[in-house]
């Protein structure tokens, strides 16, 4: 039985259809990478695997339950947790209020919360950030400190939606660090959204490619990267020329099938 | 244990503001040695009225950011139920303030279950109409005496009465209320480190957020502003057994529901001193402003001008009120 599973996820907006009959499975412990061009759906497809979007047709099971039907905050009470894209840093929670917020979903103990919150801050090296307020930290700490957040939940499953966008790459290097030693040493799953393609081929163990809300792709790094339509769809001859993954053969046949 | 010893630990606070809260409180408890007139004598009772109504309007607006101007109708519902109860079965107010509460609460469950599927300024507007509504039901209502409204000052003073609360001195309300200001302040202070403390302040930073950590936000907002309701109804009872009179009008108007949501604010909405502040600064200055310029130099209305001054230039300067200015100097220092 595999750990999430989804079958057949669409998902629309009025006449749009945000995720066309999206279907995978992932294990316990694995690191997938979810790519694919802007409006491709990878966050709409997020939202509804963790219930902020009624789903339109569709089932997701997690660790054996139908978890199709439920909301954001049962899913999060469940053990599935997320990052936003966007977050604006407001408010006047300090980084460990924060991250307190999170850890409070499973005790109702003060101290509690607050060991948590410091187990995770350490262990993600943010500690000496705990009395910020996060819109005072400049953005790579920003969106580590998201991460604990989602951590102080205690989930099993993570979804991490673009972390590292406007990084530069000693950053990229440190979040991606975060985000191994999330998944090898906390045993979270984690699943990746990234525009970042030397982090996603990196630390991906597999990697999941939409494409006007489709899925067109789905494989180990090594074979998406030669993927004639995901090259074609997303990652561009260029990418593939620098990388000597082009193959001459599979471009010709790709010409035969264009949509 | 731990619930009692959040309630009293104030840590967290610079040393330099406990020392100011210590000093004033110690100046509340000795204030009536050395009232010289009745006048600031009631004017202190208001204080600590409105810094309890605003306390518990902070719980949902200032820490949930829901901004409710509403409150009105539970001040009145709570108010009623203690001179109802009084008047027709002469039941004492130790029984008629918990019923009040409980009633209150019922009626928050019933109107905060649809109004917080609003957000922002239409939940305000949806808060105000339901106050309105029931303010006029009230008026026409004959049981609770309808436009007129009730009256339950005695026709002779008996000895202090402790069970229904008529007291011929303010001096017996001063300090009835200023334990009551006490444990409110004791409240708050464990309110705002409990979990549903600092779930209210990740909802009112972002909602989408505050879900994806687990957090029933609906649900969430229905219970604080059930806490809220409680709050402010206690303090309705009260209310009425001070001033003795109540009319619907009065007691359930806009104008008591703004002021309450207006103190907060301006003190600073979602901080512990906020209400404390805000109340501290306006009950005296509207006082005394109606009491000099009002009625001794005849310009009715000018207290209304000087605190709609004094909103604008806080709510230009720093959003987040007196309270807001204070941190922000303190976070610059520090850096």
């Known amino acids: 039985m595999a750990f999430l599973e989804v079958q057949n996820l669409t998902k629309t907006f009025g006449g749009l259809r945000a995720n066309d009959s999206i279907s995978f499975s992932l294990e316990r412990e694995e690191l997938i990478g979810l790519i694919g061009p802007n409006g491709a759906g990878k966050t709409t497809l997020f939202n509804c695997i963790c219930g902020h979007h009624p789903v339109t047709s569709g089932r997701i099971i997690f660790d054996g339950q139908d978890v199709t039907a439920l909301k954001a905050h049962a899913m999060a009470r469940l053990g599935i947790g997320r990052t936003f894209q966007v977050y604006a840093a407001t408010g006047d929670l300090t980084v460990l209020e924060k991250v307190m917020v999170g850890c409070f979903l499973h005790t109702r103990s003060r101290s509690k919360a607050r060991a948590c919150a410091e187990e995770i801050l350490g262990d993600l090296k943010l500690f000496d950030l705990s009395d910020y307020l996060v819109s005072e930290l400049p953005v790579a700490a920003q969106k580590r400190v998201v991460m604990a957040m989602a951590l102080g939940t205690q989930p099993r499953l993570l979804l991490l939606d673009e972390v590292a966008a406007g990084l530069n790459t000693p950053e990229i290097e440190e979040i991606m660090a975060s985000i191994r030693h999330v998944n090898k040493d906390r045993g979270v799953t984690v699943i990746l959204i990234e525009h970042v393609m030397e982090m996603v081929m990196k630390v991906s163990e597999r990697i999941i490619v939409l494409d006007y809300g489709a899925k067109i792709a789905e494989g180990p790094p090594e074979v998406i990267a030669k993927d004639s339509k995901v090259i074609k769809a997303y990652l561009g001859e260029r990418y593939a020329k620098e990388h000597g993954t082009i193959d001459h053969r599979s471009s010709i046949n790709d010409q035969n099938q264009i949509r | ?335």
């Not at chain 2, 301006?266 to 310029?293: F, M, T």
């Not at chain 2, 130099?297 to 959003?319: H, K, R, T």
């Open chain 2, 1 to 335: 244990m731990e619930t009692l010893k959040n309630a009293v630990d104030f840590s967290d606070f610079p040393r330099i503001d406990l020392v100011i809260a210590g000093a004033v409180a110690f100046l509340f408890l000795i204030f009536p040695l050395f009232s010289a007139s009745s006048f600031a004598m009631a004017t202190m009772i208001q204080f600590f009225m409105f810094s309890l109504y605003g306390m518990g309007w902070n719980t949902i607006g200032g820490y949930g950011g829901q901004v409710d101007l509403g409150k009105a109708q539970y001040v009145g519902i709570g108010a009623y139920t203690t001179a109802v109860m009084l008047l027709r079965w002469d039941i004492p107010f130790w029984v008629s303030m918990p019923v009040g509460m409980g009633i209150a609460v019922i009626w928050s469950f019933i109107i905060g279950y649809p109004l917080f599927r609003l957000k922002g300024h239409y939940f305000a507007i949806a808060t105000i109409a339901t106050s309105l509504v029931l303010k006029d039901l009230f008026t026409v209502w004959s049981f609770v005496g309808a436009a007129r409204g009730l009256e339950i000052s005695p026709i002779t003073y008996p000895p202090p009465d402790y069970m229904r609360l008529i007291f011929k001195e303010d001096i017996y309300y001063y300090y009835l209320i200023l334990g009551f200001f006490f444990l409110g302040l004791l409240y708050m202070n464990w309110f705002r480190k409990s979990r549903l403390g600092f779930q209210l302040r990740c909802i009112k930073d972002n909602e989408d957020m505050a879900r994806s950590l687990g957090i029933n936000v609906h649900w969430a907002k229905i219970k604080t502003y059930a806490i809220a309701t409680a709050f402010v109804s206690m303090v309705g009872s009260f209310h009425v057994c001070y001033i003795k009179v109540i009319e619907p009008v009065d007691i359930m108007s806009l104008d008591l529901s703004i002021l309450i949501a207006l103190m907060a604010m301006l003190g600073g909405a979602g901080s512990l001193w906020g209400p404390i502040i805000g109340a501290g600064v306006l009950i005296p200055l509207r006082s005394y402003l109606k009491e000099w310029l009002g009625a001794a130099a005849g310009l009715v209305g000018i207290d209304l001008i000087f605190y709609a001054l004094i909103i604008m230039i806080v709510s230009a300067f720093e959003p987040r009120g007196i309270w807001g200015i204070v941190e922000k100097v303190r976070r610059r220092k520090r850096r």
